[in-house]
């Protein structure tokens, strides 16, 4: 498999792009997206069986149900990165080693029952929290030092809406090509 084939299999929606501009209809759209992202899971994963829970979506890659508890593990820190911006003068997040947590024993757990309850409570909480945000804090940013970098509250609603969509194509990816990555 030649470099762009693995690079379009990591990257099935492409990577983030912010926009030069960004608008309230972008955010809005974004918004959407975030609200939207536990149903499209679970739409996804409804009826799988173990084997199919298994299926990677790329060659050394996570499989579906790792991809799961990935998103709620990285969406439960999305909701208090938003917190600590509206709260704290700038914060300075914690990263974590998302890749050593989808090995622990919860991160690769076959039922995703409570992996799909902390989705749909953290998205259902962050869909209301984003809809109330003014235009001043949405400019609000927090420090994060893995990126060595700024990021505006605005600019990190459309990051969340893309990590949904970049997972959420993860899981289609996955069962299109059932288990050959395996």
């Excluded at 704290?88 to 919860?106: G, K, V």
């Excluded at 998205?123 to 235009?135: A, F, V």
Aim: glycine letters at 6%; aromatic letters at 10%; hydrophobic letters at 35%.
């Amino acid at each position: 498999m030649s470099p762009e084939e693995l690079e379009q299999l990591k990257f099935p929606v492409g990577t983030f792009q912010k926009p030069n501009t960004i608008t309230q209809d972008y955010i809005e759209e974004c918004i959407n997206t975030i609200e939207a992202f536990p149903q499209n899971i679970k739409d996804q994963i409804n009826g799988l069986d173990l084997n199919a829970l298994n299926y990677k979506y790329r060659p050394n890659g996570w499989n579906i149900k790792q991809v799961v508890h990935h998103c709620a593990d990285s969406h439960m820190n999305s909701i208090i990165r938003f917190k600590l911006a509206l709260t704290e003068n700038t914060p300075t997040i914690r990263p974590y080693y998302e890749d050593r947590w989808a090995t622990l024993i919860d991160g690769n757990d076959n039922n995703l029952e409570n992996s799909l309850h902390i989705l749909t409570g953290v998205h259902g909480k962050l869909g209301k929290l984003l809809r109330n945000i003014s235009k001043e804090d949405l400019k609000r940013e927090f420090v994060h030092p893995e990126h060595g970098k700024h990021f505006s509250l605005e600019e990190t609603i459309g990051i969340y809406a893309w990590h949904s969509n970049h997972h959420l194509a993860h899981i289609k990816q996955a069962l299109k090509f059932k288990g050959a990555f395996n």
